[in-house]
């Protein structure tokens, strides 16, 4: 039975890009593989940064990038990718997915914290930083935004994507777990218990602060990534992904449905 998005948090289906990063992405100008809310934002994101940087490279910093799920498809999109993990062992699966993919030569892997961002890469020298599935992990939430912001370049932007409060409570209840569905709309960082693998999870609103007023960002775009997903039949998860990416496209940025989302996601710019 499908019991909705992973009551955890962690989506195992996340990962956007796949082993394979696609036959064309210089044609398509941006990301390549299948289309989907996020994805849409950050290609979009890439051709403003293009024009930025006017013929150089544009420069991706992936905090948290784990074992390259978008740094991969950012360096065949034509980035410059720096990849900071506190993880040796996913940087080197990060290492691994790059050179079976051939963009070796264009992502860096340095590990590091991104509480300490500041002590491992330039700050002010990525023209989109990404951190994405990152915030729920991270003890200093507030420390971890600043040094994203900090590491953007005037103009540039920051990618923020993490676990939804809400689809998880609704997730919890779905699944029976009543005291847990309420502990994740109680608890101020809305955890279900002390079992619960992830230090937080945010709202729409929660997340804009953070941003906003802890990190002096200016957002841009708020969505949902996942309203749907998790809820459907298998069958028409795997049968009809194209309508049901259709669906989530409808709703991605519905005021409305998007605080349902399984993640949601920020795309906000250092102004100055
Ligand atoms: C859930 S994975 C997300 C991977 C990738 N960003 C994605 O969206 O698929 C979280 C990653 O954050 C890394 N991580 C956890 N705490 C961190 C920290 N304090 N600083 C840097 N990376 C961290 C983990 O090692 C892991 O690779």
């Known amino acids: 039975m499908n019991v909705g998005p992973d009551p955890a948090g962690a989506d195992p289906a996340s990962d956007p890009a796949g082993a394979d990063p696609g036959p064309d992405p210089a044609a398509e100008g941006g990301l390549p593989g299948a289309d989907g809310a996020v994805r849409r934002v ?3 994101e890439l051709a403003r940064a293009r024009e930025r940087r006017a013929g150089q490279p544009v420069r991706v910093l992936d905090v948290g990038g784990g074992t390259g799920v978008w740094a991969v498809p950012m360096a065949a999109a034509g980035c410059a990718v720096t990849v900071v993990d506190i993880s040796p062992d996913a940087l080197a699966t990060l290492r691994g997915r790059a050179l ?16 300490t961002l500041s002590e491992v890469v330039s700050p002010g020298g ?14 200093d939430v507030a420390a971890a ?9 005037p103009g540039g932007a920051v990618s923020v994507l993490t676990a939804g409060r809400h ?34 999870r945010l709202d729409a609103t929660g997340l804009r ?10 957002i841009e775009v708020v969505q949902g990534d996942g309203v749907f997903h998790g809820w459907l039949p298998a069958s028409i998860e795997e049968d009809d992904p194209a309508r049901l990416e259709d669906l989530e496209a409808l709703v991605a940025d519905h005021p409305e ?15 100055a």
Request: a negative charge; glycine letters at 8%.
């Open 100 to 115: 079976r993919a051939g963009m070796d030569d264009r992502i860096t892997s340095v590990q590091g914290d991104v509480q």
């Open 209 to 218: 602060g953070l941003l906003e007023s802890a990190a002096g960002l200016a």
């Open 42 to 44: 950050l290609r979009a």
């Open 126 to 139: 990525a023209d989109l930083v990404l951190g994405h599935n990152l915030l729920e992990v991270v003890d």
């Open 257 to 271: 449905l998007l605080v349902l989302a399984a993640r949601l996601h920020v795309l906000a710019r250092r102004t």
């Open 167 to 200: 689809a998880a409570a609704l997730a919890q209840a779905h699944a029976g777990r009543l005291d847990e569905a309420r502990a994740v709309l109680t608890d101020p960082a809305g955890r279900w218990g002390e079992a619960d693998p992830l230090q937080r």
């Open 145 to 153: 935004v600043a040094q994203l912001a900090g590491a953007a370049a």
